[in-house]
């Protein structure tokens, strides 16, 4: 089975700190992604990687950056953590390879709940 | 800009009722993902389908798309507490990567 996982399950800082969230996935998946999840909102992409090194913004980047030095590892960086990026992160992975009955599904993390205070 | 909608936002039923939920949009999907999520808990893929009028079944859940690939409809025979939950639809985009709209989800709760 693949299995995605984030470094925190819960996380509290402070407005301006630097903030590091780590997803690992150990299926060899090419797309790795990063979501926020409000209330009402649902799902919102923030960036995602289709392979090392490579990013591409989402439809909600402002204030994040993101690093992929590695294929099984995608990091989202909030360079200084505001109290409006106060949610619930997700990290995602996807492989391009199509096998027999298979499509675009993600494979999700536990989440990381931030909050800014 | 490619929208799903979900319908209803909330449903709150007793153990052993039926339910339906709804995934609308205006636009046409190559895929439509159907996800399950608990709380504090990442969403996990129930079922995936492809194409315009298919059904699948699992177990007491079945899942249909629409002709058209615009909507998709999840329907629950004798609801158990276990099945409480964010039940999230998901549209797949054929791009240069893997996108995936989320629809806002339906949040059910299933009252023993």
């Known amino acids: 089975d693949v299995k995605v996982t984030q470094s925190s399950r819960y996380l509290v800082k402070r407005t301006g700190e630097k903030v590091f969230l780590e997803c690992v996935q150990d299926?060899?998946?090419?797309?790795m992604f990063w979501y926020r999840q409000d209330p009402g909102l649902g799902l919102r992409l923030i960036y995602f990687?289709?392979?090392?090194?490579?990013?591409e913004k989402g439809d909600i980047p402002e204030g994040y950056s993101v690093s992929r030095e590695k294929k099984e590892r995608f990091s989202l960086i909030l360079e200084s953590a505001s109290t409006n990026q106060t949610s619930m992160y997700l990290c995602?992975?996807?492989?391009?390879?199509?096998?027999?009955?298979?499509?675009?599904?993600?494979?999700f993390g536990p989440g990381t709940r931030l909050t800014v205070l | 800009t490619q929208l799903l909608e979900q319908s209803p936002q909330f449903l709150s039923i007793q153990e052993g009722e039926n339910l339906t939920v709804y995934c609308n949009s205006s636009?046409?999907?190559?895929?439509l993902q159907w996800y399950r999520q608990e709380p504090g808990e990442g969403p996990v893929l129930l079922v995936t389908?492809?194409?315009?009028?298919e059904v699948k079944k699992l177990k007491r859940l079945t899942f249909q798309f629409g002709d058209a690939r615009k909507d998709s409809s999840l329907h629950i025979t004798a609801a158990q507490p276990g099945d409480t939950g964010l039940y999230l639809c998901?549209?797949?985009?054929?791009?240069?990567?893997?996108?995936?709209?989320f629809g806002p989800g339906t949040s059910l709760s299933v009252i023993p």
């Open positions: 995602a992975s996807s492989s391009l390879t199509r096998t027999s009955g298979s499509y675009n599904e993600q494979f």
């Open positions: 299926m060899d998946h090419e797309n």
């Open positions: 990687s289709y392979d090392v090194k490579m990013k």
């Open positions: 636009s046409v999907f190559s895929s």
């Open positions: 389908v492809v194409t315009g009028g």
């Open positions: 998901a549209g797949g985009v054929k791009t240069s990567y893997d996108k995936v709209i």
